[in-house]
């Protein structure tokens, strides 16, 4: 149905059954890993968890197939223009999960360990994550993901097998978000009202990907000139993409900052004391909300669907947090402060 009035409203009844920060504060609260799975149990996620035996694995995967349902529901109940405009905007969920396992199997990492990072979605289900997870090597998820025949956001070029097999991760990654927003951009060129707030969205992660780029080899004390080869998108000009680059610090780096659009993110690059997982998430929910304030209050626009699925997405990191921290046995106050409350 190419009806965002229909689609909003039935966005507007998934809102109602987000958790709440009284609901997150119970579980951040649960005594231990077992009476938060418990809880968790009685919550809409209980249905999407295993039955048996409950361990660290079986909730993250139950928590993701939740969200992986969400989703596809949405995309269901849409069609025409919002469900294309809906595919674009998700496929960055494929892209990620494709960086994620192909970094992975480069570095190593268990199936477990890479299965935590991924969210099914659109083509990518569960049962296809867990082909591609069961391969040995990267290039073998290649070859695999290359015999799904499913739309994706880049092209297994036979210079990107190369790449793979020459476990060249840096130029990997680049080219899968370069191809990404190569194709996003193209599919929403012309056009305006939500075609032109897709477009704003996809420019802010744009920039969002280039300033943490470069504040990711700050942080550790490294310049980040001739390291990275920046995104050629966002509304950050290639001369502020450039004095970035030639940042020494992250004082620099805010500093230049604070005379564009992002002069208010640019506070968290001084005041964030955070671990750096927690510094890069909370620097794309600010930006990702701030993006979609301008635009939500109109009930016929796409951000209003999208203001949703990055509410469950961050509903869903939260929930991680808190799984880890129980099953690590860490203090509430140290899982508290790394929960976002939206």
């Not at 709440?20 to 009476?35: G, T, V, W």
């Not at 070029?157 to 194709?183: H, M």
Request: proline share 3%; glycine share 4%.
């Amino acid at each position: 149905m190419d009806d965002f009035g229909y689609i909003n409203a039935r966005i507007r009844a998934k809102k109602e059954r987000l958790l709440k920060r009284n609901d997150f504060e119970e579980l951040i609260l649960s005594p231990d890993f077992n009476a938060l799975t418990e809880s968790l149990l009685k919550t809409e996620y209980g249905k999407d968890i295993e039955k048996g035996e409950i361990t660290l694995e079986t909730l993250i995967r139950g928590i993701n197939r939740n969200f992986s349902r969400t989703i596809t529901e949405i995309i269901n109940f849409s069609s025409g223009e919002p469900r294309e405009l809906l595919y674009v905007l998700l496929s960055r969920f494929l892209v990620s999960n494709i960086r994620a396992i192909i970094r992975g199997k480069l570095r190593k990492l268990s199936k477990e360990e890479i299965e935590t990072a991924l969210f099914p979605v659109l083509g990518l289900d569960e049962a296809k994550l867990n082909a591609l997870l069961s391969k040995e090597t990267a290039s073998e998820v290649l070859e695999l993901l290359l015999s799904f025949r499913i739309q994706l956001p880049f092209v297994i070029s036979s210079a990107l097998l190369r790449k793979v097999r020459e476990e060249d991760i840096d130029w990997v990654e680049n080219y899968l978000e370069r191809s990404y927003y190569e194709w996003a951009m193209g599919k929403v060129e012309k056009g305006n009202g939500n075609r032109e707030f897709v477009r704003y969205m996809l420019n802010s992660w744009a920039d969002l990907k280039n300033i943490i780029s470069t504040c990711l080899y700050l942080r550790y004390g490294i310049s980040p000139a001739g390291k990275i080869k920046p995104l050629p998108f966002g509304f950050l000009s290639e001369y502020y993409r450039k004095r970035l680059l030639m940042s020494q610090n992250l004082k620099d780096a805010a500093e230049i900052l604070s005379s564009t659009r992002y002069r208010e993110l640019a506070k968290l690059l001084v005041e964030e004391k955070e671990p750096l997982l927690s510094f890069e998430k909370r620097f794309e929910e600010v930006l990702s909300l701030w993006a979609i304030k301008g635009f939500i209050k109109d009930p016929l626009s796409i951000a209003i669907p999208l203001a949703f699925i990055i509410a469950k997405y961050n509903e869903i990191v939260n929930l991680r947090v808190i799984i880890y921290g129980k099953y690590h046995g860490l203090e509430v106050h140290e899982i508290r402060k790394e929960v976002l409350f939206l």
